[in-house]
């Protein structure tokens, strides 16, 4: 942690300041400049309180150095991790796909769903139960009804099931049904949610937050990773920027900027991430050529009569054809899909 | 609702986007411009599944009308709702004044920072017991404890007692002991606390998320309503922008807006939409003159040994300073602190 | 266009306004609702001053309907147009590869450069002769010794010039050495200076501004167009978002939304768009899988010695490796580069 | 400047490193902390080049530690700058009010509005003549008839004129006829137009880009400070951010920000910051009681017939209502409007 001084701070100031570092056991070293004094500080500055140096007499502002992470961190565990759900893979040679609707609807819609992604070389089938809503007039899902038919339809077609889960106390019954826990991108910072996720035997796919920074949405991994489970997939689907004609933006440049910084696989979710049908194809090669782990993408069997989500949800055939695109580009990077 | 059809639309497309609106009992009315064909639908665009109408063929896009929250509009309850808690008044004529520091530290920093608070012409404490934190290494709060001290403190002073809840199953042990409930930023789409609170007898102070829009956080405010509870102040905490030279960005032209979309009472916090203790006084006084409710500020007895918030802390001299401010302006706008 | 009017908007409200829309020689539909009355006004919405309906009595908001580009509009021209400058092609089947460093230095820079890139498979060198530098205190490029260096670049390579015009009377001058102009984000809405490009024989590479909505660009786009040149580029360089990792946010969604909607073709710089080099081999593959027309790179002979933008110029070996990745991406996508 | 080194960095990249910043003529203090080293350069970093450090290998990343501007800057002159045109004050006790119509259309209308902004308080007369369009198909302005208008007006109440200069060769031209140079939000970046004013006698007001950092607006005033003109005055006009309620989001957090880091003053434009007529009133309160230097507001005879920006324009009873409310809040803070 760098700690500016002003220009006017005096050396009473600078002298609390290093005595301050020094209280919370820290090693101060001082930089006299021609115009300020900077205090370098040495030692792990992710300790509790740090931040409020500044707001000490005579500081300017304070530049953290270290990544606030450690578990999630690369340069704690150099090799990519590989999370694996049944027979879906994701990390290493692997593009595992997620696909299906936003929300279980019913049972032959589900079952219709699972068996057309299979054919199209999905290897986990993707449907909400329990669907935290914007609005309260909005369906709110199917709940434990929806998880079965979901259950169901991994046993007609082997897929792994991955499926949303909203509240800690929900935790252990998703637990039953699903194979991956998904944390959608509003409840990233929902830290009760995420000890409990982290105590599952299952895999975590954690959105990210449409305003969070990739600190914090590594820091919400890391609460799960600290409780107990390694295997968290980062699933990136969209920031809030001033863009309208894309509901969220989708920022490509977070899968080898993340892979960089942490050896959890990166999935993409191009439904999210554009917000209409017409540019997720496009958007799923991009994912891929970034070097992407995974891509979680919407399908249902007729997106127009869909109960959530229809205006970005492909159909049958366009899903089918987009996975030919994108087996083409996985291939273009020796990798394979699913 | 307006339906935009493509210019490339055919006669068929127009004719079943025709009957895809009457299915759903709505009534459309087609105009056909020069370049293209528009639909209005006339109704209440409110339900389930309206939305996918955009995955129509040979739809371009779908613009709603109607504001999407019903219980919080000014257009069905057109006077103001006043809060009060104890002895605060948040709305009308009164400007809430809460106050106090992020966390609960100790007996004596909170029965301290109340009594400081008080005389400088608070009307509620503020303090953190259960603290949601980006880290998990961080100090988490003191939990039921600190809701103990909080009481206490208002034991001696009067103040009503503010403070957050970060789960639906702490809602009971927080009302127990605290005036009001805050949900803070990181919840504000935690629809299952949402729900817990509006059955909660307490007033509710709803932070608006740093990327949620003013539909999405008068939507959130709709699930307290619907749930039962009528008393809702809507708190702006600053937005994430491009900025860097402070943490949020405060856009207190949110006060005119909300206050003309809904009857609710509209609470600035300049402590976290500026994060640096120099700006809150003038945020202060612009968020009253914007025409303000209320507002929550962050006052520790020794901002730079804060466990948490520090930087954006203000010292007791500060905040009396502050206050003798902001109660010239409120003055200006025939209004009064407190 | 679409005025909504406010639910407690009069019949006299409602009557000035279909006086008003009438008086500007459009149609007025007008909807009565069960909660609120909409007007539908059929006809040319770009003509000046329609904007201001809103700030009748009674209206809630006014909803555009028609894109306000005309010329750049895919529904006036349905095959994409293809730009060619020398040898290099940017649409249709070709990719077209812009390489060079951000500044041009020096002679023995510039021709090193231009044989390296073009041994790579670029087919144009870019490169800055008039550099628009945030600070007045930083590296002005070598203005018309510049251009000559790269005009001599050109001579023994053969790759087509793209190179920087910043104000509109340096456009002739510009245009005598270079075979594209670059107009810069910062001036993608100087006006007098798209005037002055629309006018030169050159084809012209439109930087967009890191805060300009996709109209906003393709507006400015319609400046050029309308002052007579075809030849037009889009380059998306990144927009401004609360994201730090990066020096700009890449939407690459931007490519198949734009293609949709315009028939210009679009260029990506993963360069500006990322900031760093390391996160520029990733995204120029992501580029080419999202549908990109072409991309341009920095690329420096000794990058971290540059005069400007080293951190995020490739050297020599790390472009050469970059492009045999995005061959492979673009024979996937049926394409080739250059 | 703080280079902070990777973990993984080697012997050879520190002394590789140690080497350049010596070579740049700065003097590198190394810091050995636990998990990394860090370089702290001590000197000038405001020099060329300075910033492709981070391209060295082994480097994670640079913190600069100096603001990068100068003449801007309040460490260099402490004392508040205080401009002054004809009768209008801009900082210390005196708030400049400048009101007007976004475009000049007519003898009557300006000579009208002129009149009317008067008597309701403002010192200053703005209006556009040049006018920088969105579109090539809207209204670009009067031009030089549309400063004589101006001109007229003057002579006739007394008010200084302030109004858009669109690019350098225009400088004198406008020049002749305002007393206040306007520099809009598009051209924060023209640099040759800021070099241009920099050398006019007259005043200058800088509009803020609405992506642009404090940085980059202080450097852009730097340039026309180092061209030798002092008396520049800042104006926020609002940032794109994702909110879509208001045009622009104006964060007026930026007074106080912008008053401690510059000697220049701060005018805020409310009427762009919000675009719309009803939410002027509020934000003009509040820029004052946050202690803006000044205030831009768009004046029309009749908003609903403007030429541009109706949306965003208040009549003449709605300007001299809010300058009474303004008065009472510039009291408050005492100081006086005009």
Chains 1, 2, 3, 4 share one sequence.
């Not at 300020?36 to 740090?50: P, S």
């Not at 993707?126 to 609005?135: C, I, L, N, V």
């Not at 009760?192 to 590594?218: N, Y």
């Not at 554009?274 to 799923?284: N, Q």
Request: aromatic share 4%.
């Amino acid at each position: 942690m760098i700690v500016v001084m002003k220009r006017s701070a005096s050396e009473a100031d600078i002298n609390a300041m290093i005595a301050h570092v020094e209280s919370k056991g820290l090693k101060p070293n001082v930089i006299r400049g021609s115009e300020r004094t900077v205090i370098a500080v040495v030692g792990d500055e992710r300790i509790a309180g740090i931040g409020s140096l500044e707001s000490g007499p005579g500081v300017d502002e304070v530049l953290p150095i270290l990544a606030p992470y450690k578990l999630a961190s690369r340069e704690l565990k150099s090799e990519p991790t590989v999370v694996q759900a049944l027979g879906m893979k994701v990390g290493g040679v692997n593009i595992g796909v997620m696909a299906g609707p936003c929300s279980v609807e019913s049972e032959e819609q589900i079952i219709a769903s699972a068996k057309a992604v299979k054919a199209a070389g999905a290897t986990a089938l993707r449907g909400g139960a329990f669907k935290p809503r914007t609005s309260p007039y909005s369906f709110q899902g199917m709940k434990e009804e929806g998880l079965k038919l979901m259950a169901a339809a991994r046993d007609v077609t082997g897929l792994a099931v991955v499926t949303e889960v909203v509240a800690s106390e929900d935790v252990d019954l998703v637990s039953k049904y699903a194979d991956v826990l998904q944390i959608g991108a509003r409840n990233m910072q929902n830290y009760r949610l995420l000890e409990a996720a982290g105590k599952s035997p299952r895999p975590v796919l954690l959105k990210r937050g449409p305003s969070a920074t990739v600190d914090e949405w590594l820091l919400a991994a890391e609460y799960i990773l600290d409780a107990g489970n390694p295997n968290v997939m980062l699933c990136e689907r969209g920031i809030r920027t001033f863009e309208t004609h894309t509901r969220f933006t989708l920022p490509l440049a977070s899968v080898p900027y993340v892979q960089a910084k942490t050896h959890l696989p990166i999935v993409i979710d191009p439904s999210h991430g554009t917000g209409h049908t017409h540019l997720v194809t496009a958007m799923s090669r991009a994912a891929i050529a970034a070097g992407a782990d995974g891509i979680i993408v919407e399908v249902h069997p007729n997106p127009d009569k869909a109960m959530s989500d229809g205006y970005q949800s492909m159909n049958f055939d366009q899903f089918a054809e987009m996975m030919k695109q994108c087996g083409r580009i996985a291939e273009a990077m020796d990798r394979k899909l699913g």
